[in-house]
């Protein structure tokens, strides 16, 4: 890893993905990212229900230093609108989440969402042709069996290299909300899909059927104080699974405890500072994201204003926490105007479970050491699209005399938000999703 000479890793411009224009379609915002778990391939998902796949450049993998470029792999329709009859609703679209199951064959499988129906997508590669059938001719067409004279072997020729995505399984019709997350379970053959008030267990050969593992819907909904708004399973342990509330706790769950999890294990959650309490005290506690570290013995939480590490044997308060935009508290009345309190921002480990990184608004994105403490804010901006390009790091002005490299908060652009990011599991390539931009940055080569 190249270092500063503070220690710190710098980070430099790799590649931007799609049109650097202004004018951004709604079909085009990119909706999830996420690495499969070499990070050989990258998937990113969209409002328009697009499924892009990118693979590691094999030429500038293999370079001395190492660059992490990556170039189009495949791109498929993974889901289409629909319209729901019986509640007269419109179901969008958009791919809401995109998990990867791990590699047991050449071809590579990976679970997409949108609000209601998961699909499994098996995407595999195709370098080979068969020619030459007796009853079929090489366009296509039925040859009459009467006519055939004599038999021929089949041949198996070359042909160029063609990618192929296609549905091996649809989850349909098991959510009365809209899906907030899915994932794989250790075991690589169950998986869970979480909505606002339910959980579901699914088995990925079985798509008629699912558990409902949570159910925390009130029997009367003017009742409801909380909704899930995240859900995981242990990275290791194939009983245990997490999922966050609105109301700024996490549960930890044990399925092998009961059928239906609605007692938890152990309640995650940190104690408010009454010196901070106000009126948005409830919006901002509530937790957009959860992720359980590749160990298994950790896991960060993110709520509006900052990143959570827990210790998973340590209840009552995180053992580190980290300010991601402290300089917005003093703004939360206009944010809240402007809808943006209610953004989900998103948060991920690095491969070794040492830095933890986030998103900000004005295209920033925070990355905190927790070896060495540091923690720098970056931006993904178009000027600095060009190779080996150094990220400078930036500092936000709340107050006072602002000096020559600072920007002022009031001049912060919170129309350009940076909601989904993903570190690669190996190395230090981190991706990051600008509206309709995927970045990909990497240490410095």
Same mark, same amino acid.
């Given at each position: 890893?190249?270092?500063?000479?503070?220690?710190?890793?710098?980070?430099?411009?790799?590649?931007?993905?799609?049109?650097?224009?202004?004018?951004?379609?709604?079909?085009?915002?990119?909706?999830?990212?996420?690495?499969?778990?070499?990070?050989?391939?990258?998937?990113?998902?969209?409002?328009?229900?697009?499924?892009?796949?990118?693979?590691?450049?094999?030429?500038?993998?293999?370079?001395?230093?190492?660059?992490?470029?990556?170039?189009?792999?495949?791109?498929?329709?993974?889901?289409?609108?629909?319209?729901?009859?019986?509640?007269?609703?419109?179901?969008?679209?958009?791919?809401?989440?995109?998990?990867?199951?791990?590699?047991?064959?050449?071809?590579?499988?990976?679970?997409?969402?949108?609000?209601?129906?998961?699909?499994?997508?098996?995407?595999?590669?195709?370098?080979?042709?068969?020619?030459?059938?007796?009853?079929?001719?090489?366009?296509?067409?039925?040859?009459?069996?009467?006519?055939?004279?004599?038999?021929?072997?089949?041949?198996?020729?070359?042909?160029?290299?063609?990618?192929?995505?296609?549905?091996?399984?649809?989850?349909?019709?098991?959510?009365?909300?809209?899906?907030?997350?899915?994932?794989?379970?250790?075991?690589? #053959? $169950? %998986?869970?899909?979480?909505?606002? !008030? =339910?959980?579901? *267990?699914?088995? /990925?050969?079985?798509? @008629?059927?699912? &558990?409902?593992?949570?159910?925390?819907?009130?029997?009367?909904?003017?009742?409801?104080?909380?909704?899930?708004?995240?859900?995981?399973?242990?990275?290791?342990?194939?009983?245990?699974?997490?999922?966050?509330?609105?109301?700024?706790?996490?549960?930890?769950?044990?399925?092998?405890?009961?059928?239906?999890?609605?007692?938890?294990?152990?309640?995650?959650?940190?104690?408010?500072?009454?010196?901070?309490?106000?009126?948005?005290?409830?919006?901002?506690?509530?937790?957009?994201?959860?992720?359980?570290?590749?160990?298994?013995?950790?896991?960060?939480?993110?709520?509006?204003?900052?990143?959570?590490?827990?210790?998973?044997?340590?209840?009552?308060?995180?053992? #580190? $926490? %980290?300010?991601?935009?402290?300089? !917005? =508290?003093?703004? *939360?009345?206009? /944010?809240?105007?402007? @809808?943006?309190? &209610?953004?989900?921002?998103?948060?991920?480990?690095?491969?070794?479970?040492?830095?933890?990184?986030?998103?900000?608004?004005?295209?920033?994105?925070?990355?905190?050491?927790?070896?060495?403490?540091?923690?720098?804010?970056?931006?993904?901006?178009?000027?600095?699209?060009?190779?080996?390009?150094?990220?400078?790091?930036?500092?936000?002005?709340?107050?006072?005399?602002?000096?020559?490299?600072?920007?002022?908060?009031?001049?912060?652009?919170?129309?350009?938000?940076?909601?989904?990011?993903?570190?690669?599991?190996?190395?230090?390539?981190?991706?990051?999703?600008?509206?309709?931009?995927?970045?990909?940055?990497?240490?410095?080569?």
């Amino acid at each position: 890893m190249m270092e500063g000479g503070n220690g710190e890793t710098q980070w430099c411009f790799s590649q931007v993905k799609g049109t650097l224009d202004d004018d951004v379609t709604e079909a085009d915002i990119i909706s999830c990212v996420e690495f499969n778990h070499d990070g050989e391939l990258l998937a990113t998902g969209d409002k328009g229900g697009r499924v892009v796949i990118f693979q590691r450049d094999p030429i500038s993998k293999a370079a001395l230093p190492r660059r992490g470029e990556y170039n189009v792999y495949s791109t498929f329709q993974s889901h289409e609108p629909e319209f729901d009859y019986l509640k007269s609703l419109e179901i969008e679209e958009k791919i809401n989440k995109i998990r990867w199951l791990k590699r047991r064959n050449p071809a590579h499988f990976l679970l997409s969402t949108n609000d209601k129906t998961i699909k499994l997508w098996k995407v595999s590669e195709r370098d080979k042709k068969v020619e030459g059938y007796n009853t079929r001719s090489d366009n296509g067409s039925l040859i009459d069996p009467a006519s055939v004279s004599s038999l021929r072997v089949p041949i198996i020729k070359p042909m160029e290299l063609m990618v192929e995505a296609s549905p091996r399984r649809i989850f349909a019709n098991a959510h009365t909300y809209h899906i907030n997350s899915i994932s794989v379970n250790s075991d690589q #053959e $169950t %998986y869970l899909s979480a909505d606002d !008030l =339910r959980i579901n *267990l699914w088995h /990925l050969e079985i798509t @008629d059927q699912s &558990f409902n593992i949570v159910d925390i819907k009130p029997a009367n909904m003017e009742e409801l104080t909380e909704v899930i708004t995240a859900a995981e399973f242990h990275p290791v342990e194939c009983n245990l699974f997490v999922y966050s509330s609105s109301k700024g706790t996490i549960r930890l769950c044990d399925m092998r405890a009961a059928a239906l999890c609605d007692r938890h294990a152990k309640l995650f959650e940190e104690p408010e500072d009454p010196t901070n309490r106000s009126f948005f005290s409830e919006i901002i506690s509530s937790i957009s994201d959860v992720k359980l570290s590749n160990n298994g013995r950790y896991m960060i939480s993110r709520d509006y204003l900052s990143v959570k590490v827990w210790d998973l044997h340590m209840e009552s308060k995180p053992i #580190e $926490t %980290y300010p991601v935009h402290e300089y !917005l =508290r003093a703004k *939360l009345c206009s /944010l809240y105007e402007n @809808d943006c309190i &209610f953004d989900k921002f998103e948060c991920c480990w690095n491969g070794n479970d040492t830095a933890v990184m986030t998103s900000s608004y004005n295209n920033f994105f925070r990355i905190f050491d927790r070896t060495t403490k540091r923690d720098v804010t970056l931006e993904a901006s178009r000027d600095i699209a060009k190779p080996k390009t150094l990220l400078m790091p930036r500092k936000v002005c709340s107050q006072g005399k602002r000096k020559k490299n600072e920007i002022s908060v009031d001049c912060l652009d919170f129309n350009k938000k940076i909601l989904h990011t993903a570190w690669h599991p190996l190395e230090n390539i981190i991706a990051v999703a600008a509206t309709n931009n995927l970045f990909l940055f990497q240490d410095k080569f």
